[in-house]
């Protein structure tokens, strides 16, 4: 993916696997109209997951079914992969529905302070979902400095839709 | 008059007997006058009365089958006799197809009364697009968009909390409730961090057999609120349906209360409004649907969710109109019985009720429906399913593979609709007969035989009768006027076409076809009225345009390639006279008769029968003759003839007995040695006493002999000899009369065998005296002792004292 490189006002879109998009980037849009800004998705991957693999004991329980099965390092890594091709495709289809083009960047948790590589604390916007803020990196977005906005987009599927 | 034959006494038939002419008859109609309507179907009063008994018989079964031969204006009487009672009866009810909202395989019947089916469908449309606009109207209003999110807020609260208690009491036990894109993770946490096996490891004992119970303990909390979730989505799907319910009946029961009280007479209607209006309500879900379809070509259609409330209208009837009176002029299956049709969509043929299509049983049903036999009797399937349907007096429309249940693909099966109509079958005698022959149920489905007459006596009544019906076709058919002449010649072509010089054809085509073709010549002349010249032009140029097998025939036998003698004598030979029928168009023409006789045991041979060219009625008069041989001559002895009959150069098969006088004829003369007149022809049959009987095609026969001798020149001594009981038949040309009245030509007629043979061989044929011998020197006493010696010769072989020359 291109890294963003011109001079151009930044609007980052900060987004995990458990993120719904769909709030966040009607809200990245709106920040983009009008204005000659680039936007950069840094997708933030859950060092959670594979810390709690690492435990030999730890199960995933399924939620379509509420069974359980092991969940393993290498179990880990493949959901992790499958997030990011997922929320990928899903940034993509957006972005072409919007007719935008965006930069994709991943980040791992820990390393969280590689986020200053994409945005500029004077001029650029953080959009992240607002359930970022209970977590560990999310001190680290704070010390940006930047222009920070916290949307609903919850973590839990909830949307009126799923019922 | 003079004749060849009056030196053996022998009178022709008067030249007035020839043709029965027709004095000239003047119709003058007033402009518009209709003549009375009886006259069109002159001398058909049984047919008539069959039919008005039939049409007036409310009983099963007594459905009619109108017998009489095609072009005999059957169809033009039954639909007149029909609109009496039609007018009488009324319109019957009209009838729709709707959904069966339980069954949509099986749509519904609905009857309305005449006149009401138009406008039920028309109320449904205007009531669908009502709806149309205020279901998503009523959807679209604040109310329901507070309610629904009222709802969702509910569902959501009971969600969060769900999950919020969860995440609270795993974190009051250091534990991390995490989510994967499939599922969830419980892991331990310390100082807010998810611990690692190494972190773990490093943890004491207790505290690591404590973390374990708590995930333990928590997945299985968590197994709980996750199977709690489809049950929170299910009760939140129940509210929200029960929510769209309550709106849509809003909108909806106000739309069809107008309705229902429009129709509280009709408690079928109102049971049907109520079926749409809980179908309605039970799919409001559907009707506001906006999401955008999956793939491209699941388009979502409105119009199609509201489809299953149309009207599908398969009987419609005019208020205060009378009962149908239906002619379908192709009975085939679908147009009968109806069809289920299918449209294609997607690769697929689909249908449903609205694509139900009626027949003509169903559109005629409570009326008339007038049906030709044969189309019904040569189209598959028809005739079961007519017959079916009079049993069942039930029209149930499905396919021919359904009905023999070869159909494996699933279908609509609509409700069967009563049926109480009367079936007017019309055909030919032949096609009843056989009906009543071979099918059981015929006799119980059509109890009343309607016969028409083919001809009508030519009574002065009925000659004017006939008179104003022509004029009365004339009018009708927009043709020039026929002048009194013209008018009398038809009637005389009537009289020719009924075969029957007393009679008149009542085949209503065949007359038309004359004053059309009459009413050409004229116009080709530039004439106001047909005269009689345009009537005779008529007739010859039809005549022309289909005598080609004729002219070819004569053309052979004046080029003796087809052999035919019309002077001299020959002994055992004679001219009869064949009809050749070309369907439309027949024509006579002499054939030759040969006879050869031995000594033998009695038997006269049929050469035609022995090589199977001579049909049934042929052999049996053959076989007559060898009876009347026996008969008449040398009782005592036994037959000891060997006679051989053939027709000369004929090359197809030989039908009828009206050749049996001729080769009677020429047995007598082969066997009496005494020659027969080639410049005569004959025709009759014989019985066997010797009485001559009538025959059929007696003009055409006489005309076709006369054919021949014109073309090899008349001079007076030609003639025919016909059967005296065919001389009623007589219309001949009126070139052969007029040959007649100048002599060159004769017609005799005779009554026995006697008066036969003398006029052909000149020689009297002589009666028994009183001792019982045939007088010497006649042509019967020729023939008997011939018979005698032959029989006194048989008994010398058959002691066997004869030489083998046959002589003692």
Redesign the interface.
């Known amino acids: 993916m291109t890294k963003a490189t011109s001079n151009a006002r930044r609007v980052m879109l900060a987004i995990n696997?458990?993120s719904s998009l769909r709030s966040l980037w009607r809200a990245a849009m709106e920040h983009l109209v009008g204005e000659h800004a680039e936007l950069i998705t840094v997708f933030v991957r859950?060092?959670?997951?594979?810390?709690?693999a690492?435990?030999?004991?730890?199960?995933?329980?399924?939620?379509?079914?509420?069974s359980?099965m092991s969940?393993t390092p290498q179990r880990a890594e493949e959901?992790d992969k499958?997030?990011v091709a997922?929320m990928q495709n899903q940034l993509k289809q957006l972005a072409t529905d919007s007719k935008i083009q965006f930069v994709f960047e991943i980040v791992a948790e820990h390393e969280a302070t590689r986020i200053r590589e994409f945005i500029r604390p004077e001029s650029d916007l953080l959009i992240a979902p607002s359930f970022f803020k209970g977590r560990?990196f999310y001190s680290e977005l704070a010390r940006l400095n930047c222009e920070i906005l916290l949307v609903e987009a919850k973590?839990?599927a909830?949307e009126?839709e799923?019922? | 008059m003079a004749g060849i034959l009056e030196q053996t006494g022998f009178q022709p038939v008067p030249v007035t007997e020839l043709r029965t002419v027709c004095q000239p008859i003047a119709i003058e109609p007033e402009p518009g006058e209709k003549a009375p309507a009886t006259s069109t179907y002159l001398g058909q009063e049984r047919a008539i009365n069959a039919i008005r008994f039939g049409i007036g018989m409310r009983h099963d079964g007594y459905n009619v089958f109108v017998l009489g031969p095609l072009g005999s204006a059957r169809h033009s009487l039954v639909e007149e006799l029909a609109k009496e009672p039609a007018r009488a009866k009324g319109a019957p009810d009209d009838w729709c197809y709707i959904n069966n909202f339980s069954d949509p395989e099986r749509p519904q019947a609905l009857r309305l009364p005449a006149g009401k089916g138009a406008e039920f469908r028309d109320n449904m449309r205007a009531l669908i697009e009502e709806i149309q606009l205020a279901i998503p109207a009523a959807f679209e209003n604040d109310d329901y968009g507070n309610q629904l999110k009222t709802l969702e807020a509910e569902t959501q609260k009971e969600v969060e909390d769900l999950w919020r208690s969860l995440h609270e009491e795993a974190a009051q036990e250091g534990i991390a409730l995490l989510q994967t894109p499939t599922g969830y993770v419980l892991a331990p946490l310390s100082d807010d961090k998810v611990i690692d096996d190494k972190e773990f490891d490093k943890l004491p004992e207790k505290k690591r057999k404590q973390i374990k119970q708590s995930i333990q303990r928590l997945s299985e909390e968590l197994k709980t609120r996750i199977e709690t979730m489809p049950k929170l989505r299910k009760r939140h799907r129940e509210r929200v349906r029960s929510l769209d319910r309550d709106v849509t009946a809003r909108a909806v029961s106000m739309l069809l209360e107008e309705l229902k009280q429009k129709y509280q007479m009709l408690p079928a209607v109102l049971e049907y409004l109520g079926e749409v209006e809980h179908d309605i309500i039970e799919n409001a879900h559907d009707f506001r649907r906006t999401e955008e379809p999956s793939l491209p070509f699941l388009s979502y259609d409105s119009t199609a969710l509201f489809a299953s409330y149309e009207v599908n209208l398969v009987v419609s009837n005019e208020s205060g109109a009378a009962a149908p009176i239906i002619y379908e002029p192709n009975p085939s299956y679908p147009n009968l019985v109806g069809k289920v049709e299918h449209r294609a969509e997607m690769g697929a043929l689909l249908t449903d009720f609205r694509l139900v299509r009626s027949g003509v049983l169903l559109q005629a049903n409570g009326g008339y429906l007038v049906l030709d036999a044969h189309r019904v009797l040569g189209r598959p399937f028809v005739w079961e399913a007519l017959k079916q349907a009079l049993l069942t007096k039930e029209v149930r429309i499905e396919s021919p593979a359904e009905t023999l249940g070869f159909a494996s693909t699933t279908t609509l099966k609509p409700e069967p609709i009563p049926l109480d109509l009367k079936i007017l079958l019309i055909g030919e005698r032949w096609l009843y007969f056989l009906l009543c022959l071979y099918d059981k149920e015929f006799g119980s489905l059509f109890k009343v035989a309607a016969d028409f007459d083919d001809d009508v006596g030519r009574s002065n009544d009925n000659v004017a009768a006939y008179a104003r019906l022509i004029a009365e076709r004339v009018r009708e058919s927009k043709l020039l006027p026929l002048s009194a002449a013209a008018m009398a010649r038809v009637i005389e072509q009537r009289a020719r076409h009924a075969d029957d010089s007393e009679r008149l054809s009542m085949h209503m085509q065949s007359l038309d076809d004359l004053l059309l073709q009459s009413d050409y010549w004229a116009r080709q002349r530039s004439a106001n009225e047909v005269a009689i010249e345009d009537v005779t032009e008529a007739i010859r140029q039809r005549v022309s345009r289909q005598d080609r097998m004729q002219k070819k025939i004569v053309d052979a036998i004046t080029r003796n390639t087809l052999l035919i003698d019309t002077t001299g004598e020959r002994v055992g030979q004679v001219n009869g006279l064949s009809v050749l029928d070309l369907g439309e168009y027949r024509f006579g023409h002499p054939v030759r008769i040969t006879a050869t006789t031995r000594v033998g045991k009695g038997d006269v041979v049929d050469i035609e029968r022995e090589v199977k060219l001579g049909g049934a009625i042929h052999s049996k008069g053959v076989m007559i003759l060898s009876a009347a041989l026996s008969a008449r001559y040398a009782p005592d002895v036994p037959l000891s003839l060997h006679g051989s009959v053939v027709f000369e150069q004929s090359y197809g098969g030989v039908e009828g007995d009206s050749a049996s006088v001729a080769e009677l004829c020429a047995l007598l003369s082969s066997i009496s040695c005494v020659p027969i007149r080639q410049n005569l022809a004959v025709t009759g049959s014989v019985n066997q006493f010797g009485r001559v009987q009538a025959v059929g095609g007696i003009n055409e026969k006489i005309e076709g002999f006369f054919a021949v001798c014109k073309e090899r020149g008349l001079d007076g001594s030609h003639a025919v000899v016909i059967p005296g009981d065919n001389i009623k038949h007589l219309m001949l040309t009126e070139e052969v009369v007029e040959a007649v009245q100048k002599n060159l030509f004769n017609v005799y007629a005779v009554r026995t065998i006697d008066e036969a043979a003398a006029a052909l061989t000149g020689m009297t044929a002589g009666e028994r005296d009183e001792s019982g011998e045939f007088p010497a020197g006649t042509l019967n006493r020729l023939v008997e002792d011939k018979l005698i010696q032959f029989a006194s010769r048989r008994k010398q072989f058959s002691e066997g004292t004869g030489d083998d020359k046959g002589n003692k």
């Open positions: 696997e458990t859950d060092d959670r997951w594979h810390r709690a690492s435990l030999p004991f730890t199960q995933e329980i399924s939620r379509a079914s509420g359980s969940f959901v499958d997030a997922r560990p973590e839990f909830s009126p799923d019922y």
